[in-house]
T-cell receptor, first 115, second 114 residues
């Protein structure tokens, strides 16, 4: 089962910042938080990931709370092309393969950017 | 960078036939590749994980004799759906990573079994 919970859907106006929350209260100390998005009928696109510190790249910013039990993905200036399902995922150890990690996808947040 | 391709992008086949889907990492060496399946309006479900040169590890409930996975090189993994039936119709997506780092996903293959 996925270790994260996210809102089912969100709306945001074009040009505004989109803030997508994620709860991961059972996360372990060495487990990373990953964010991907999936535009209809395409494979997921990697956005960003982090462990403890806040992270920023050309696509987004990731804010992780000090206790690591929740995080927020920020798209600073949302465009219509940002409409997608956003997945917050805790990467977990994989049984049976030493050192291996896997992603367990939840239902994600369907983000709609409105003109 | 980090581009993963899949071929074919869609395939239609008759019930009882086998279908092979290829997954390639174009600009990096993928020590690990993953295969997922996604049914309409559902999330991605991990089917199996394969390390280059090793047998794949299948998730619980996935039939290893039906979904054959080969990861013979650092840039290519294949998924063969054997004796496909209509219930196998789905969106199959692969991902690739190098040394357990970030997974990068392919564009997916839509399979329709008639």
């Amino acid at each position: 089962d996925a270790k994260t919970t996210q809102p089912t859907s969100m709306d945001c106006a074009e040009g505004r910042a989109a803030n997508l929350p994620c709860n991961h209260s059972t996360i372990s100390g060495n487990e990373y938080v990953y964010w991907y998005r999936q535009i209809h009928s395409q494979g997921p696109q990697y956005i960003i990931h982090g462990l403890k510190n806040n992270e920023t790249n050309e696509m987004a910013s990731l804010i992780i709370t000090e206790d690591r039990k929740s995080s927020t993905l920020i798209l600073p200036h949302a465009t219509l092309r940002d409409t997608a399902v956003y997945y917050c995922i805790v990467r977990v150890a994989q049984r049976g393969i030493q050192g291996a990690q896997k992603l367990v996808f939840g239902q994600g947040t369907r983000l709609t950017i409105n003109p | 960078g980090a581009v993963v391709s899949q071929h074919p992008s869609w395939v239609i086949c008759k019930s009882g036939t086998s279908v092979k889907i290829e997954c390639r990492s174009l600009d990096f060496q993928a020590t690990t590749m993953f295969w997922y399946r996604q049914f309409p309006k559902q999330s991605l479900m991990l089917m199996a994980t394969s390390n280059e040169g090793s047998k794949a590890t299948y998730e619980q409930g996935v039939e290893k004799d039906k979904f054959l996975i080969n990861h013979a090189s650092l840039t290519l993994s294949t998924l063969t759906v054997t004796s496909a039936h209509p219930e196998d119709s789905s969106f199959y997506i692969c991902s690739a990573s190098q040394f357990q780092e970030t997974q990068y996903f392919g564009p997916g293959t839509r399979l329709l079994v008639l």
